[in-house]
């Protein structure tokens, strides 16, 4: 490093302070996003910090007979319970199974509450929205309904809004409504 | 800004007002009913005083917040009521009625309406003139300092009873309950119950720590033995050793024998204090439990409500579907002053709507027909309510209807292919008539508004089940139905029996098992394509609970041949359930879900055990059906592979019986599959018949050592890729330089061995 | 039995690999592990920091070390130049940044293609998990996690957390 002459000194010195810089300092927070990053099997994903009430690392997780795949099962979260989903299930990803490091993000809006299985967790940043990028043709169609945009590096940000409002998402079995007759 | 603040309060204070008027009008309107039925005596005086303050207290409360036309009303009815009490007016059948009336109107009012039907103002103005005849006979103390002398300012006025009013105002004791009392709002009553019942888990945990801790007193004294049995070797051992090289130990001999004698003595110290630990333990818990049960009595208490308010909306729904109906129905309410917990009311609603609407809709016949029968032509419908034994209720609904018919009943539960008619055949009467519970049996002929689709007694059945309740039927053709529901008086925790099935634990509400059997494999006979058992002397059917919940069933080979099942009831009907074991039974507190699993088949809720782990709560009705649909399906060859993955199985060597047992539950509590060997020869032949996915192995161990286990290992070609960690108490360079070379995957020193880092290390390793 | 949970459940093997170049010296390194590649920056040395301890670069506020490679594979050691790239790899906690002259591009493995045996590099030891072949040349693939979970403590004894905002 002591050869680098000047002017390479003074580039890499330039580049040091730039890669330094927190994400969230490069621009005003005007137009930013602030979102959760984390990892899906290989692939990177992020969620609006709005949405994400807090990230929850789980031990013992007991798996629910009669859900759908993309239900991971129910987690004691703090004494209560908390359903936890897997979104590989959806976005065509393998899935992996449990380990003692796994945690759940857990989205909250109004009365919905549930946890998004991850693989790793990469902390959170801000993203310029307008350097949001439209779908890209690979992402399949369910990504792409739960899909904010992607950034210039690739890390997919979802819409937690669209997550947690999808009723599809909720398990609502055919038998013990308890509906009345019309 | 101050707008806003006046805006809030006064909505606040609304809500207040509505909940205190609808007590109120509920409370007069029973006590008028009860007028009417008692004849004119002492006790009579007492209700017509209740109904006179709750009047007034109404009226008072409608003043306070402005509510000019209803403060108007309950002037008149608190004059008509003070003509009562100081006359003996007697209570006719037209001024019950016309008193009725009012309240309704009133009722309405409170709920929000602007304006009062045309008439009412007739009907109250004829009850002024009810009393009015006699008012200077109702002047027996007079109190001119009273405070309602207001004169009410809406339209009608009421100045021509006033002085009656002002005569008849009782002394101020009518506030006097209300001074030691607090208005406090369901929801936040209800919210404290649940904080209290949150509370259980404190002793659901101690009886967890006390089963712990009877562990580590069991696992000590093995220990003791064990070291009791070791000393006199040690000795002996060391007495050769002093024999044989009696000058290279130049001390006594009684030196390293008073050090074991000492350890021994340490030991039993330390077991004497556990022991005692262990009691004090289980003071504490029986005195923590004691409290929290007089405290979780004592909340839901506060939360008792008398059955009447439900009676109130049964009898206005009765006489709504009467009109509808054109049936001439009278729906009577007993038992109104017995008190349920709200929760379990609420859940009645529904229930008790569809029982209403049934006996409405195909119950009751039309009034030619019962003109034709000799009955008569008005239906009766009875709804009472009566403690039973054991913080239980029961709530029984009967008309003098049609009662049910059998055959048509069978003829629908076949239609809707719940039974063949060989089947049918063989059912007796309480059989068939409990097959109306089930979704899709219904015996009237044509789909009305209120009742034929055959979904309603389905849903009551499920609904008194969820609450741990029974339901009955009785019913004797021409004569009337009669369906019984038993029901806890209060709700929150029951009785639940833990199973395993699989590598599952779930929960089964102990109100739904009749029995845990176990029997041997050839006891089960396969009927067509079902599988029966014997039980009570009939054959039902049976049905492996994995199977029907699509979980991998795994079969512990020693109990191979021996089967145990549950036979549990629904609706009349019972099944035997084939499960792993029965795990015990305990006080279950259940929880919801959550919102994002609003309702799932099989499952009503979760159980929070005292270790804080969570275990499904089979729902019963449900499990009956799916497992009909799965008798009925071919059994599929492969059941479905489990989406949480497969359970890893670990091999753990270990010579020292602590840290094998303690090795293992870390490690089961971590959800592995652990089976154990005591020294790496038998490690290494346990491997040669059973498949595993890692070996944790200790180093220092008798006939072959860790590291001697770890070569054997990686010489052999079947095993080659097995992961090894090596467990041991030497912290040295060298030995962890011999694991890695012999092959293991990781060394872990136990000084630094904390379960996180066993854990993450053979986590990183499958 | 796998020890490759991360990869071998891919739909298509999840075998993709970064082939990377420093000095004379090409390996790979599993996709899944690289998390970008930045073109090279000021390092901030360490002190008393052993060998294969580079220095720390500051990503975004997240103090991460240098994995000196060169020095792991016994390559001579080079000033760091603009034209270089750090490659920022490594999982969760544990990511490091490490220097190279070229990132070759991704590759495919071919399926049972045979490790050779002999002239293996002595930093390779123990951490190859395969093979790919690139212009007809054979280049190993480096098992960056198994290294990191293995010999990878010291290189993060140097991080203090929260070092820069």
């Known amino acids: ?182 | ?766 | 039995m796998s020890l490759e949970p991360t990869t071998s459940m891919l739909p298509d093997g999840g075998r993709h690999v970064v082939v990377i170049r420093f000095g004379d010296i090409r390996i790979a390194l599993r996709l899944s592990v690289v998390e970008r590649v930045i073109r090279a920056v000021t390092v901030t040395t360490v002190a008393d920091a052993p060998a294969d301890v580079g220095g720390l670069v500051n990503v975004h506020g997240t103090v991460i070390p240098i994995l000196d490679i060169r020095c792991v594979f016994g390559v001579p050691r080079k000033a760091i130049v603009p034209a270089d790239l750090f490659v920022i790899a490594g999982a969760g906690q544990r990511r490091v940044a490490i220097p190279v002259e070229e990132v070759l591009g991704v590759a495919k493995p071919a399926p049972g293609a045979a490790v050779p045996a002999g002239d293996i590099l002595p930093g390779l030891v123990g951490f190859i998990e395969g093979a790919v072949t690139l212009e007809d040349s054979m280049i190993l693939i480096y098992d960056l996690e198994r290294f990191l979970r293995k010999n990878g403590s010291f290189l993060f004894d140097h991080v203090v957390p929260g070092v820069s905002p």
């Open chain 1, 1 to 182: 490093m002591n050869t680098a002459s000047h002017t390479d000194q003074s580039i890499l010195d330039a580049r040091a302070r730039e890669l330094a810089r927190p994400i969230s300092r490069r621009t005003s927070a005007e137009g930013q996003l602030a979102v959760v990053e984390f990892q899906l099997a290989h692939e990177c994903y992020a969620i609006e910090s709005r949405f994400v009430a807090e990230v929850f690392p789980f031990g013992d997780i007991t798996p629910l007979p009669s859900t759908p795949a993309f239900v991971v099962g129910i987690v004691n979260f703090r004494g209560r319970v908390l359903s936890v989903i897997d979104l590989k299930f959806f976005f065509q990803l393998p899935m992996k199974g449990l380990n003692d490091r796994n945690r759940a993000i857990v989205l909250r809006s109004g009365n919905m509450e549930f946890g998004v299985l991850v693989d790793a967790m990469h902390g959170t940043r801000r993203i310029a929205q307008e350097t949001l990028q439209e779908a890209l043709p690979t992402l399949s169609g369910i990504r792409e309904k739960y899909l904010k945009g992607v950034t210039p590096d690739g890390v997919v940000v979802l819409d937690g809004g669209k997550l947690l409002a999808d009723d599809a998402l909720v398990v609502r079995d055919r038998t013990n409504k308890g509906e009345r007759e019309p």
């Open chain 2, 1 to 766: 800004m101050a707008q806003a603040n006046d805006n809030a309060v006064l909505k606040s204070i609304m809500v207040t007002f509505k909940a205190e008027a609808e007590e109120h009008l509920l409370a007069i309107s029973e006590g008028l009913t009860e007028l009417r039925r008692m004849p004119p005596s002492g006790a009579r005086a007492e209700v017509v005083e209740r109904i006179y303050r709750d009047t007034h207290s109404l009226k008072g409360a409608a003043r306070s917040v402005g509510l000019e036309m209803i403060e108007a009303i309950c002037q008149t009815l608190e004059d008509v009521f003070a003509a009562v009490k100081n006359t003996e007016l007697p209570v006719s059948d037209g001024l019950s009625a016309a008193v009725q009336t009012v309240l309704e109107e009133v009722r309405r009012l409170v709920e929000g309406r602007k304006t009062m039907a045309a008439n009412t103002w007739e009907i109250v103005a004829a009850l002024k003139a009810a009393i009015d005849p006699q008012p200077e006979t109702a002047t027996p103390i007079s109190e001119p300092d009273a405070p309602v002398s207001g004169p009410p300012s809406s339209q009608t006025g009421a100045a021509p009873s006033a002085a009656a009013v002002e005569a008849a105002e009782p002394d101020e004791t009518s506030h006097e309950p209300l001074a030691d009392t607090v208005r406090v709002p369901v929801a936040r009553l209800e919210a404290l119950l649940r904080l209290v019942e949150e509370l259980l888990r404190i002793e659901l945990m101690s009886t967890q720590r006390s089963a712990e801790t009877a562990t580590l007193l069991e696992m000590h004294g093995a220990w003791t033995k064990r070291w009791n049995g070791l000393v006199p070797a040690i000795v002996s051992s060391g007495r050769d050793l002093d024999t044989t090289s009696a000058e290279v130990k130049p001390e006594p001999a009684s030196g390293p024998e008073e050090c074991l004698a000492d350890a021994g003595r340490e030991l039993s110290a330390f077991h004497s204090a556990l022991k005692g630990f262990s009691t004090r333990l289980d003071v504490d818990r029986r005195w923590t439990s004691s409290i929290l049960d007089h405290l979780l009595a004592s909340a839901k208490e506060v939360l008792m409500l008398q059955f009447s308010v439900m009676g109130q909306m049964l009898t206005r729904m009765a006489a709504e579907l009467s009109r509808a109906e054109c049936k001439p129905v009278a729906l009577t309410v007993h038992g109104t002053h017995i008190k349920i917990e709200k929760r379990v009311l609420d859940e009645m609603n529904d229930p008790l709507i569809h029982l209403i609407r049934n006996c409405v809709g195909h119950g009751i016949e039309p009034a030619e027909v019962r003109r034709r029968l000799g009955k008569p032509e008005c239906g009766a419908i009875k709804v009472s309510l009566s403690q039973k034994d054991g913080n239980k209720v029961e709530i029984c609904v009967e008309d003098d209807g049609a009662g049910i018919d059998c055959a048509r009943v069978k003829a629908s539960a076949i239609k809707s292919g719940l039974l063949d008619a060989a089947e049918a055949g063989n059912l007796d009467d309480g059989e068939i008539l409990s097959l109306i519970f089930r979704s899709g049996v219904s015996t009237s002929q044509i789909i009305t508004s209120l009742s034929g689709r055959g979904l309603g007694l389905a849903i009551v059945s499920e609904k008194v089940e969820k609450l741990g309740g029974r339901v009955r039927v009785d019913s004797t053709p021409g004569q009337g139905t009669r369906i019984r529901l038993l029901l806890p008086a209060t709700l929150a925790t029951f009785r639940g029996t833990l199973v395993r099935a699989g590598d599952r634990s779930f929960v089964m509400p102990t109100d739904s098992v009749a029995k845990a059997i176990r029997f041997s494999a050839d006891q089960i006979h396969s009927v067509e394509s079902r599988e029966t058992i014997a039980f009570a002397g009939r054959a039902i059917s049976f049905v492996k609970l994995a199977d029907v919940l699509g979980i991998p069933d795994r079969q512990t080979g020693e109990n191979k041949g021996q089967v145990t099942a549950l036979v549990v009831h629904s609706a009349g009907r019972y099944i035997g359930l084939g499960i792993s074991e029965v795990l015990g039974e305990q006080e279950i507190l259940v929880r919801s879900l959550g919102p994002q699993l609003a309702s799932v088949t099989n499952i009503s809720g979760a159980a929070m055990l005292g270790s804080g782990a969570l275990v499904p709560i089979l729902n019963v009705a449900d499990l009956m059906r799916s497992a009909s649909a799965f008798c009925g399906a071919p059994r599929p060859a492969d059941p479905a592979p489990d989406a949480s993955g497969e359970v890893k199985s670990l091999l753990v060597v270990e010579d020292s019986v602590t840290s094998r047992v303690l090795l293992k539950s870390i490690l089961q509590a971590a959800g592995y599959e652990v089976t154990t060997a005591v020294d790496g020869m038998d490690a290494f032949t346990t491997m040669r018949t059973t498949r595993f996915d890692l070996v944790v192995s200790d180093v220092e161990m008798p006939r072959m050592n860790g590291f001697e286990l770890t070569t054997r290992i990686r010489q052999d070609a079947a095993f080659k890729e097995m992961p090894v960690v090596l467990v041991t108490a030497r912290e040295s360079r060298e030995d962890k330089e011999r694991g890695i070379e012999c092959g293991a995957n990781a060394y872990i020193v136990k000084s630094s061995f904390d379960q996180t880092n066993l854990l993450s290390v053979i986590e990183g390793l499958l």
